[in-house]
């Protein structure tokens, strides 16, 4: 995303500072039942979230379509005319460090969506084995994972990054 574009933009239209926080989901979910895959389903969100300064005044505006942010941006330049109160507001320029954490598994990513598949039914086939009294129906074996990533970024210089994933 070309944020220097929009940034320009924001300035044009009488933003003195603005931030960008693009929040991106995948979600994976598979059932198998009966050594069946009954569930499968892959969902992908991006969201974009703005905020911004003009004349004093911290403004934001939400869009999940990036087409449309120099719209937003216009909307929200309107909308901090429509402000009464004066309240003295700033858009954080960063720290000089942020400590790292690994929240990150690559291996969760790498492995391909058969072998989850195939785990599964693997699992079912086991609780199956384990014990008579599991019978048709039987267990409902689930799996769902999810990978989210956060980007901020400002006119004040601030880039930061963030990715966690589970399973």
Do not use: W
């Not at 895959?37 to 911004?52: D, F």
């Not at 954080?92 to 969506?113: I, Q, R, W």
């Amino acid at each position: 995303m070309n944020f220097v574009k929009y940034f320009d933009y924001a300035k044009s239209i009488g933003f003195s500072d603005v931030e960008f926080k693009i929040a991106t989901s995948n979600k994976l979910s598979i059932s198998v039942f009966q050594h069946k895959v009954e569930n499968y389903s892959v969902a992908e969100n991006e969201t974009i979230y703005i905020r911004g300064i003009v004349n004093g005044n911290m403004v934001s505006g939400t869009t999940e379509n990036k087409n449309t942010i120099c719209k937003i941006l216009d909307q929200m330049a309107e909308n901090a005319t429509l402000i009464d109160e004066k309240k003295e507001q700033e858009i954080f320029g960063g720290s000089g460090k942020y400590k790292h954490f690994k929240t990150y598994n690559d291996a969760l990513e790498k492995m391909p969506v058969s072998e989850k598949i195939d785990l599964c039914l693997q699992v079912e086939e086991k609780a199956y084995a384990y014990d008579s009294k599991i019978f048709n129906p039987g267990v409902e074996v689930e799996y769902s994972e999810s990978v989210t990533a956060v980007k901020i970024v400002n006119t004040k210089g601030l880039k930061l990054s963030h990715k966690v994933n589970h399973g």
